[in-house]
């Protein structure tokens, strides 16, 4: 019951971080579904893939703001009015293509033809977290100082110009 | 001894190399070094040339060893090759002094020096060809520091010796794998089938060295453009002990060639048209060294045909010819630089009455002439009896072509010494000299060797030319040695042709009344007058006839060239442009395309992967 | 040691910015200079097994699982040289000392990620590091914001997320199929179900992702685009060895250690690579930028060390370490040369040069050892590698893939004579008449580098036996 009303939440933060036109509200949205999504796989005793979950999200999050800062010039209205309607007319087909995979998803079988693993779990996110993947910490850590490094750079070089 | 061997190969090949580090204002320390040289080599060479020896390394694997073998034969050359050397370096430092390019000119010489002696004493085909293939580049060199057309001149000789030389490389390859070892004294071939075609190669090899027919074109060319010191010491002596060594040692050691066999008749042939034809061209010429240059290929035609008997006779005289000629011909080209030095010119219709200038220079002149035309008692005479001897036994023809080559030779240099020497003085020539001490010195002391080996022949038949021959030939017992020459038959027949020789000239004077025109009546004869022009004009020059079909099938592969340049340069690059200026065009930098094709290549990634499952 | 070489640059990242003001920026260059000496010697201290006690202590008190072979040793050796040489023309080319503090910082975390790279032992790990370096060039890219450098750090960008995906569904595939994502157990659940076309398609996806990072055809659209328009210290850094860890060393250890030569990977390896010399050598034929024309060039070169991989064999693996190693120094050397010859001439159209090797002898020269050796033309380095490569794929029989390198090879001495005949060689053109040469920095550079290539080639034997095949046992004992 619990695990349904969280994916409910994931489905629309999700929903809100595609929709939403600003980038900060876009990336506080990734953040919030990458969390939602933590969540349900901790409490699915996956707390490995919990982990990755939240490395993946910091590079994600740190790639995606420092690509837009890297690009972005700030719109006047008007423009923002034309590119939305554009998109909207661009990318009709999207969604489409998006229902149609799933429906096509829900028919094909795949073949899971191999041995599963027994469960590994038994361990907590602070195990896996501190004990088995210290390695992806200190990285996850660099890519955040790289990340800031370069939200600090790219952002002061534009307000300098 | 044996290890001191390599020293005459490596001081003079030093020699050179410090010449030609020594920047050019540095005067006279080129030619000490050249003269101590020389006199090094020269002093070595006394010492080691009477002993047997070898000397050998290991070199380069292969079963290729450097290995020197010195003995009577390679003794002997190698001594004249140092007392050749020595003389002309002599007479170099006076006569080249102020030319150009000295320093080559001297590290050229030393190291033909150097060459020649490490071609004679190898005594392992491939060491011998390596010294052989070297002695091309210094006379390619040589010529080449000449003048304004020497280059032209140096490029002939280059392939003319070089095409021969590679002969001579399919020879000793062809060789090699016959007898399966490159080692000369262990190489023992019959003249038949293939090894024949060996035995052929080899000889065009050597004969070319020699400056033999029809390899013989560069030779008249250089004398006139190359340095006079050269003409000297490499085509006059060096190349001819050389080549002659050679053809020597592969019908003497390497091959049992016999008498009566179709090599025996080819070398003889060879040698009397080389003998003939050189000699009518050096008749009607009108210049002192290019006179000379056509009697330095003339007489090679007596050694090969005296080798090219077979018989002890004349293998003998053949030999004994070939160092007789070297002393002659090359006091005679002294001669000749004395002449261009003191007198300035060498052309014989601007010379006349240097007799009374230069009496030395004449009497050398005279000395080497005589003993070139066969007059007795000098040394030609002797070693031409004993060719004539061989020949006649072997057929009249022969004989016949030989005596008349005799005829004409004697017939030419009374034309060149008369023109040159006798006759009124000019006037721009009253002021010459005699010629300075150091030039004279060599071509005495060579003067008087021809007359010694002359007056007392049975010293070098004896001592050095008899042990040449195998022990079994029954050589010794012939009384050549006493130094009498063997029938009187041929004396008098030798001496009525001189005679002739003699009154053809006066024949000649009389008619034109000037020395140098003597000859004008065989030159201007009906039937010899149309031969004579073509000769003159170069058409009849093996190497222009080459040149000729060269070009002509050199036009054939150039269109070939052209075709295959216009497939790979034109086709290929065009293709290659046209495919890269297509994939460039593909690449249109837009995000679309790119991500497109890498999905594309997703797509192709997973069906491969999974076609195979 | 093996976690020092993550702690050593974080350590370092810290030192360079320590609250110092004016005074650290000023001394950025020599603190990162010896940053990357420091850990060029402790390299080869742990090599060379000098220092033993004091590592074990601290691998234990991090708890990091990694390991350093002979071919991390190698890739690590080849980072630390190409750091420096992009260290060295940074100081030259970036003017702006604030600009050159960024850039070194982000070396710095590149190095991080690289070495991180080079030592994990699992496939997740392996991804994390691999967007560490991503990020850190992105940022690299676009540090100067001119409008060409941020379209191509955005291709950059917009390609690697595409392969940051794959390599991601890849991932959670094999995580699903093994339980863990070590390279141990990994190889293990493949050996176990390799047949599996879930897997096999995992693999393919992987695989494709890593093409896209080591620009592969059709994977390539990116380099082009990010190689010339980055910064010259920046093209340097990513052409000469971000690339080449993120996609080739990667694909080499991940096809060695877990997925395996299966006849159908070494396949794709083969075709793959085979396109990428062959596009990538015509490509590079009619391409008038200098830096462009490397761009495609390298292409080619690493579809060599690719095509080595796919042999399989033990001959084709060495061969392509052997490559990798030489194209990583002589591709490194020809970036240095094009950006002496940009920061002294401002030009990059190659049809407006002309004669530079008069004004610039030792940028001339060593254009021509890098050039040789990139063509194949013994003695130099490249020769032995790209003969190696070549009688490794005759000798299992591949003649067809043997031809088109050979071919190949041809078409890239051509294009690279095109480039010296029009840069260097030649008569000076009149508006080129003051150029001089670039700065003592670019020299030195180009001179370490063309000694190296010129080294590994005439002790090849010395080189092969003690650098290439221990790294070769790494990967297939």
Redesign the interface.
């Known amino acids: 019951m619990l695990n349904t009303g969280l994916l409910i939440i994931l489905s629309l933060a999700a929903l809100w971080t595609v929709m939403t036109r600003s980038l900060i509200k876009s990336t506080i949205g990734l953040a919030f579904t990458s969390i939602v999504l933590t969540i349900i796989m901790f409490r699915l005793n996956s707390p490995l893939a919990a982990v990755f979950e939240l490395s993946v999200c910091t590079g994600l999050i740190t790639v995606i703001f420092v690509s837009t800062i890297s690009l972005a010039s700030p719109l006047t209205p008007k423009e923002v009015e034309l590119l939305s309607a554009a998109r909207l007319k661009r990318f009709w087909y999207l969604p489409v293509i998006l229902v149609l995979v799933g429906v096509g998803l829900l028919f094909v079988k795949v073949p899971l033809d191999f041995p599963l693993p027994h469960n590994p779990a038994g361990h907590d996110v602070r195990t896996v977290l501190w004990n088995e993947r210290v390695l992806d910490l200190f990285g996850q850590v660099i890519i955040l100082l790289a990340g800031a490094f370069g939200v600090a750079v790219l952002f002061k070089e534009r307000k300098k110009k | 001894m044996g290890n001191y061997i390599p020293l005459l190969i490596t001081v003079p090949c030093i020699a050179a190399l410090l010449i030609l580090s020594i920047p050019g204002r540095v005067r006279f320390v080129r030619e000490a070094i050249a003269v101590l040289a020389v006199t090094v080599n020269l002093i070595v060479t006394l010492i080691l040339f009477r002993g047997n020896a070898t000397f050998s390394m290991p070199w380069a694997g292969f079963g290729f060893e450097f290995i020197l073998r010195m003995y009577h034969f390679s003794g002997f050359i190698v001594l004249a090759t140092a007392g050749f050397g020595f003389l002309v370096t002599i007479y170099s430092t006076v006569f080249m002094n102020g030319k150009k390019y000295l320093g080559q000119f001297y590290a050229y010489l030393l190291l033909s020096v150097g060459a020649t002696n490490g071609a004679v004493l190898a005594d392992n085909l491939a060491l011998m060809l390596f010294f052989w293939e070297g002695l091309l580049l210094f006379v390619f060199g040589m010529i080449a520091i000449g003048g304004k057309n020497a280059f032209k001149t140096a490029t002939k000789s280059f392939i003319i010796v070089g095409i021969s030389d590679l002969c001579m490389l399919a020879g000793i390859a062809l060789a090699g794998y016959l007898c399966g070892t490159l080692k000369i004294s262990a190489i023992s071939l019959p003249v038949a089938g293939l090894s024949g075609v060996a035995f052929v190669l080899l000889v065009i090899g050597a004969i070319s060295k020699a400056g033999s027919m029809p390899f013989h074109s560069w030779i008249p060319d250089a004398a006139i453009d190359a340095p006079l010191p050269f003409m000297a010491i490499l085509p006059a002596s060096l190349e001819k002990l050389l080549g002659i060594y050679f053809l020597a040692r592969i019908t003497l050691d390497m091959f049992k060639a016999i008498e009566g066999t179709w090599a025996s008749m080819l070398l003889m042939i060879i040698g009397v048209i080389t003998i003939l034809l050189a000699v009518m061209m050096a008749l009607i010429q009108k210049d002192y060294k290019k006179l000379l240059s056509y009697h330095a290929i003339s007489q090679v035609g007596y050694m090969i045909l005296g080798i090219g008997t077979m018989v002890p006779a004349g293998i003998i005289g053949g030999l004994f010819h070939m160092i007789n000629h070297a002393l002659y011909k090359s006091c005679l080209f002294l001669t000749g630089g004395s002449v261009e030095r003191q007198a300035g010119t060498t052309d014989l219709t601007k010379l006349g009455g240097l007799l009374r200038k230069m009496p030395v220079t004449f009497t050398c002149f005279f000395i080497a002439a005589a003993s070139i035309s066969g007059v007795p008692p000098f040394n030609g005479f002797f070693s031409k009896e004993l060719v004539y001897d061989g020949a006649l036994e072997r057929g009249f023809i022969f004989y016949a072509g030989a005596l008349l080559g005799s005829f004409l030779t004697a017939a030419s240099f009374l034309k060149l010494g008369h023109a040159a020497y006798l006759g009124t003085l000019r006037e721009e020539h009253k002021g010459v000299k005699e010629a300075p001490l150091p030039m004279l010195v060599p071509m005495i002391a060579i003067a008087s060797v021809c007359v010694f080996f002359g007056l007392w022949n049975s010293f070098p038949l004896r001592h050095f030319i008899q042990p040449i021959l195998p022990a079994e030939s029954g050589a010794p017992s012939l009384p050549i040695a006493t130094g009498a020459p063997l029938s009187t038959g041929l004396v008098v027949m030798t001496l009525i042709a001189l005679a002739a020789a003699l009154l053809n000239h006066f024949y000649g004077y009389k008619k034109t009344g000037s020395g140098v025109k003597a000859s004008d009546h065989i030159h201007y004869a009906p039937a010899l007058r149309g031969i004579y022009d073509k000769a003159e004009q170069g058409i009849l020059d093996p190497f222009n006839i080459g040149m000729h079909w060269a070009a002509f099938v050199s036009r054939v592969g150039w269109l070939c060239d052209r075709a295959i340049d216009w497939l790979y340069n034109v086709l290929i690059v065009q293709a290659s442009l046209l495919i890269a200026s297509g994939i460039r065009r593909l690449h249109n930098g837009s995000y679309k395309t790119y991500i497109l094709w890498s999905l594309a290549g997703l797509v192709f990634v997973i069906y491969f992967l999974l076609r195979t499952v | 040691m093996p976690s020092l070489v993550?702690l050593v640059p974080?350590i370092a990242?810290l030192i360079l910015n320590l609250p110092l003001g004016e005074v650290m920026r000023k001394a950025s260059f020599w603190v990162a200079l010896g940053f990357f000496i420091f850990q060029t010697v402790l390299l080869f201290c742990h090599h060379f097994r000098c220092i033993c006690g004091s590592e074990r202590f601290i691998n234990s008190f991090?708890?990091?699982?990694?390991s350093v072979d002979h071919l991390s040793f190698m890739v690590m050796f080849l980072v630390n040289i190409v750091a420096l040489t992009s260290l060295l023309v940074a100081r030259h080319a970036i003017k702006d000392s604030d600009a050159r503090f960024?850039f070194i910082?982000?070396i710095v975390?590149a190095s991080?990620?690289m070495n991180?790279v080079t030592v994990?032992k699992?496939i997740?790990?392996l991804y994390?590091?691999l967007?560490?370096t991503?990020?850190?060039l992105?940022?690299a890219i676009?540090?100067q914001?001119e409008p060409r450098a941020?379209e191509g750090?955005?291709?950059y960008?917009?390609?690697?997320?595409?392969a940051?995906v794959?390599m991601?569904t890849s991932?959670a595939v094999l995580?699903?199929?093994?339980?863990?994502?070590s390279f141990a157990s990994l190889k293990s659940?493949l050996q176990?179900?390799g047949?599996?076309?879930?897997?096999?398609?995992a693999?393919?996806?992987f695989?494709?992702g890593l093409?896209?990072k080591g620009g592969l055809v059709?994977?390539h659209?990116?380099l082009?685009?990010a190689y010339s328009a980055a910064p010259a210290p920046v093209s340097v850094l990513l052409a000469g060895i971000v690339t080449k860890v993120s996609g080739i060393y990667t694909l080499m250890r991940l096809v060695a250690a877990v997925f395996g030569f299966k006849?159908?990977?070494c396949?794709?390896l083969l075709?793959?690579g085979t396109l990428s010399i062959l596009?990538g050598a015509?490509?590079?034929?009619?391409?008038k930028d200098f830096k462009r024309m490397l761009a495609y060039s390298s292409i080619s070169q690493v579809g060599y060390i690719i095509v080595g991989l796919g042999t399989g064999t033990a001959l084709g693996i060495a061969g392509a370490i052997f490559h990798f190693f030489n194209h990583a120094i002589f591709k490194t050397l020809l970036f240095v040369n094009a950006a002496a010859v940009e920061e002294s001439t401002g030009l990059r159209n190659m049809n407006k040069m002309g004669g530079l090797s008069s004004r610039m002898p030792v940028t001339g020269a060593t254009s021509v050892m890098a050039l040789l050796s990139n063509a194949g033309i013994p003695p130099l380095a490249g020769f032995w590698s790209k003969v190696i490569i070549i009688i490794a794929l005759w000798v299992s029989g591949r003649y067809a893939y043997a031809v088109i390198a050979i071919l190949a090879a041809v078409?890239t001495l051509?294009y690279l004579l095109i480039m010296q005949r029009k840069v260097f060689f030649g008569n000076i053109r009149p508006e080129l008449d003051g150029t001089k040469e670039a700065g003592p920095g670019y020299v030195i550079a180009s001179v370490v580098l063309a000694a190296i290539t010129v080294g590994a080639g005439i002790f090849f034997p010395y080189v092969f036996d003690h650098v290439i095949i221990p790294a070769r046992s790494a990967l297939l004992p």
């Open positions: 993550i974080l990242l991090f708890g990091m699982d990694v960024n910082n982000l975390i991080a990620g991180g994990a699992d997740f790990s994390v590091f967007e560490v991503a990020v850190a992105f940022i676009a540090l914001r941020l750090a955005f291709k960008i917009l390609l690697s997320s595409i940051t794959m991601l991932i995580f699903f199929a093994a339980g863990d994502t659940a176990v179900s047949k599996s076309p879930v897997l096999l398609a693999i393919g996806v695989i494709c093409f896209i059709p994977f659209g990116w082009p685009d006849a159908a990977v396949d794709v075709f793959g596009v015509f490509a590079a034929l009619g391409q078409v051509a």
